[in-house]
């Protein structure tokens, strides 16, 4: 069964203080992985998506790396604006679940001024 | 462009009613999906679409069904809502299925 790990649960962080959050999945095959923001209220945003080991891939303040055991979401002087719910989601490759998104329960990033 | 659209918002409905929670985008996406988002759990799948006429079950099928009679359209029917539907749920598209996608607003459904 797939599984998606996201950590931490939630980050609190000042103003330009940089850090990264971590996803760690485990798939049969990987289609794809999936970086969303979702803000309180609101449907899931895109960010990203990667599809193999060594991918990088940067919008703004935000950069997501993936291996084959983790992806991280490294965010550079972050901020207030930063502040959101990320979501993390596999995609399998084959099989009867080649449609389905496996979602992380997600990190709760707050940025302080 | 709309994107998608989800109606209603919000709704309460008494346990054992039925209602229709409805989708629509404008993106001429051919995969469409459902899921739930409960406090403490990622979003799981309920149903989805590959195309119009084609539909197949997800993650927690149980108590919904759907249908795909246009490229545009998703409803997704709560046959006899329970308080464990309680939940918010999201409708989303994709152009294909390697593609990113796109959710709507999200309704939050109440059952009492």
């Known amino acids: 069964e797939d599984q998606v790990t996201q950590s931490p649960e939630a980050l609190r962080l000042q103003e330009g203080e940089s850090s990264s959050l971590n996803c760690s999945y485990t798939v049969s095959g990987l289609r794809g992985l999936f970086w969303y923001r979702q803000d309180p209220g609101k449907g899931p945003e895109f960010l990203f998506t990667?599809?193999?080991a060594g991918e990088e891939k940067e919008k703004e303040r935000l950069k997501a790396t993936l291996t084959k055991k983790e992806s991280f979401l490294h965010i550079t002087a972050p901020k207030p604006e930063d502040s959101a719910t990320y979501l993390c989601?596999?995609?399998?490759?084959?099989?009867?679940?080649?449609?389905?998104?496996?979602f992380g329960k997600g990190t709760l990033l707050t940025v302080n001024p | 462009n709309a994107g998608v659209t989800q109606t209603p918002k919000f709704q309460v409905l008494k346990t054992g009613q039925s209602m229709t929670l409805q989708c629509a985008q404008d993106m001429n996406h051919e995969y469409m999906s459902w899921y739930r988002q409960d406090p403490g759990m990622g979003l799981r799948l309920i149903h989805y679409?590959?195309?119009?006429?084609?539909?197949d079950q997800g993650e927690v099928p149980n108590g919904y069904n759907v249908s795909r009679s246009t490229t545009e359209d998703f409803p997704l029917r709560l046959l006899s809502a329970a308080p464990s539907q309680t939940s918010v749920y999201f409708c989303?598209?994709?152009?294909?299925?390697?593609?990113?996608?796109?959710f709507g607003q999200g309704t939050r459904l109440t059952v009492v």
């Open positions: 989303a598209s994709s152009y294909s299925v390697q593609t990113e996608a796109f």
């Open positions: 989601a596999v995609q399998a490759s084959g099989g009867g679940s080649n449609y389905k998104l496996t």
């Open positions: 990667l599809y193999s």
């Open positions: 679409s590959v195309g119009a006429g084609i539909t």
